[in-house]
């Protein structure tokens, strides 16, 4: 969580531009739901969801953000918090809101994990109580941040699209394929995510005026929430191949 360690850097800085321009586009909200994914794994989703709750929290907004990669959770262990109750259980009836809601060291920042792994995650996200959730986050909290799947891996992110206020797509600099943009702009133009913005990740700003760092490596952050990418072998439509591969199926190899 860089930007609640070191609120002063240039990363930090970075978030707040995020943050200032999602205002643009959620004014007349009262509790804006911002559903965060990208196209593959590694492209930094987790890393800009997780630092985006944190700087939005430190306005003194009530924070909640979701761990909804019920495939592959990550966030609990950046948090520290144990992932044995969350969204799975609550989405499969076994416990309630206020069960899985748990607060966080940050001021204001609460998360509500993932839970443990469930055989039918897309299932359990088209349920009414996922609706209802949401529903109630917005009673509680002043902002909601989703942490979903990869659209281009699983469908679950695009379940939620009729239910929260807005999509952010990550791509990552150097990583990402140009065709990604395809998959974006197809998911735009046919309405299926009715609101969207694209955050550029780990980008390099030699050369610009005031901005001499590289943010993704800015004190090794860009290391802490994937691959590097200079040993990825396999390229795909959609970007590296082999950081898709393995995502929800054990390699058998």
């Known amino acids: 969580m860089p930007v609640h360690q070191n609120p002063g850097s240039t990363l930090a800085e970075s978030f707040r531009a995020v943050r200032t321009n999602l205002g643009f586009f959620t004014r007349d909200l009262r509790c804006p739901v911002v559903a965060v994914s990208s196209t593959i794994t590694s492209e930094g989703k987790t890393f800009v969801s ?16 979701i761990g909804l990669d019920l495939r592959k959770p990550r966030i609990h262990k950046i948090l520290g918090i144990d992932n044995s109750m969350g969204l799975s259980t609550y989405l499969s009836g076994g416990h309630d809101f206020d069960d899985v809601i748990q607060p966080t060291s940050i001021e204001n920042l609460y998360f509500a994990p993932a839970g443990v792994v469930p055989p039918n995650p897309a299932e359990l996200i088209e349920t009414e109580r996922m609706k209802l959730f ?8 002043d902002y909601v941040i989703i942490d979903t799947p990869p659209v281009a891996v699983v469908t679950d992110a695009l379940l939620l699209a009729q239910i929260v206020d807005m999509y952010m797509l990550v791509v990552r600099q150097r990583y990402t394929s140009k065709n990604t943009l395809e998959l974006i702009d197809e998911l735009y133009r046919n309405g299926t995510l009715r609101t969207l913005g694209i955050v550029i990740n780990d980008i390099s700003m030699n050369g610009y005026y005031g901005y001499g760092l590289r943010y993704g490596y800015y004190r090794g952050y860009g290391y802490s929430y994937g691959y590097t990418y200079y040993n990825q072998k396999g390229y795909g439509r959609y970007g590296y191949k082999n950081a898709a591969e393995g995502y929800y199926f054990k390699d058998e190899n």
């Open 134 to 141: 949401l529903d109630q986050a917005r009673e509680h909290f």
């Open 50 to 65: 997780t630092n985006l709750a944190a700087i939005v929290s430190s306005l003194g907004k009530r924070v909640l953000l």
